[in-house]
């Protein structure tokens, strides 16, 4: 049975897509299935893995609305070691949280389509992208997840943000999925020449527990440049540190789970 995990943040520009893309690409690296659900209407995730959003057959807004299924809708990736399904997205899905109003358990859509497809018994990994924003779209990713992993920037402010995101995890756990979990941290942007991204580390591992699986991906501008050429790290710039730290997490993350 396939997990599905959720990449969340309230809080934009911490490393959501970045992550998506770079532990899809490690994960079927390491010969698992792996699909990505882009479900953030700028569609970064779509086109850093190289899928032309305006030249689809249907998008993940056109799942959610009912207006296509969902094998319409999912393209595949042309790499050569590995392939990474897709469901993709465009500008088109930032008019989901209106139309959505009228649907009944509209938090649950998304888990509606996921357990009544055979989407877990296909793919071993789901990774949801989620938009910067504590939305219908990142509940309905919230409500269909076994986890959550979140990127947190390395800086004073992304502290602040992660309470609030915790705060409305608990809400989401107590009141709509009580089986969702933490699945981990993913620090991001972290500059080991500065005292403050050390220090952020050190707060949100005593606030949330040595136990807590973590990841830290330091600042790389290879890494911001790959997804501009369709392209994961691995591909791009595989001998890169941030490479090396996304590798880790997939071990990491496939290790917690056999275990």
Do not use: W
């Not at 995990?5 to 770079?22: D, F, S």
């Not at 609305?65 to 319409?72: D, I, K, Q, R, Y």
């Not at 009141?175 to 050190?202: C, H, K």
């Amino acid at each position: 049975m396939g997990r599905v995990i959720a990449v969340a943040n309230q809080k934009g520009g911490v490393g959501k897509t970045t992550t998506v893309i770079n532990l899809g690409a490690y994960l079927a690296e390491m010969g698992k299935r792996v699909l990505v659900i882009d479900s953030d209407p700028q569609g970064n995730t779509t086109t850093g893995l190289g899928i032309d959003k305006n030249n689809v057959n249907a998008t993940f807004y056109d799942v959610l609305t009912g207006n296509a299924e969902f094998a319409e809708a999912v393209e595949s990736t042309s790499f050569d070691d590995f392939s990474i399904d897709v469901l993709a997205t465009d500008i088109q899905l930032s008019g989901a949280e209106i139309e959505l109003i009228g649907f009944d358990r509209r938090e649950y859509i998304l888990s509606d389509i996921v357990n009544g497809s055979e989407l877990r018994e296909k793919y071993d990994y789901t990774l949801i992208d989620c938009p910067p924003s504590l939305n219908i779209l990142t509940l309905n990713a919230m409500t269909c997840a076994d986890s959550i992993l979140i990127p947190l920037q390395c800086e004073f402010l992304a502290l602040e943000g992660l309470s609030q995101f915790l705060h409305t995890y608990n809400l989401v756990k107590e009141r709509l999925n009580p089986n969702v979990e933490i699945e981990g941290i993913v620090f991001t942007m972290y500059d080991a020449r500065t005292n403050l991204s050390m220090q952020v580390v050190e707060e949100v591992t005593n606030y949330l527990g040595e136990d807590l699986f973590k990841c830290i991906v330091p600042r790389s501008v290879r890494l911001s440049e790959a997804p501009s050429h369709g392209l994961p790290i691995n591909l791009y710039d595989r001998k890169n540190k941030g490479a090396d730290a996304y590798e880790l997490l997939a071990e990491g993350i496939i290790a917690k789970e056999e275990n």
